[in-house]
């Protein structure tokens, strides 16, 4: 058993996204990933797939999860479901930040572009 005290986790701040990375393959979880995230307004991930399940649980905030297939509008209190290779995009259209938890099936994460190019994440150098 191990506890961690998430303050003390390093803290990456990206344009308008700030993580950190609660539990991953570093500190032995090689089966999935968890990551706590604050999306700023007008903000937005960049469009991306990853090659496992996603679930994200919408904690504070409010905004837009497109996909190839439909746009659907969230608030606080949701949990969003992303299949494997799924091609999405959220986005704050709020007017406050977006704090979500989100729980990848695999560790270390991989993420990729729709073209299928990987993109580096700089929690994982």
């Known amino acids: ?31 999935f990933e968890v990551w706590m995230q604050t999306v700023e307004p007008n903000a937005a991930t960049p469009i991306h797939k990853h090659n496992c399940n996603e679930v994200i649980i919408i904690l504070k905030g409010s905004g837009t999860l497109i996909t190839e297939n439909k746009e659907v509008k969230f608030t606080a209190n949701s949990t969003l479901f992303i299949s494997p290779d799924e091609v999405h995009q959220l986005i704050n259209t709020g007017d406050e930040p977006i704090d979500l938890l989100g729980c990848l099936g695999m560790s270390p994460v991989e993420v990729y572009s729709p073209d299928n190019i990987l993109i580096p994440l700089p929690w994982q150098s």
């Open 1 to 31: 058993m191990e506890i961690i005290n998430n303050e003390l986790l390093k803290t990456f701040n990206l344009p308008g996204l700030v993580h950190k990375t609660l539990s991953d393959n570093k500190n032995g979880n090689n089966s």
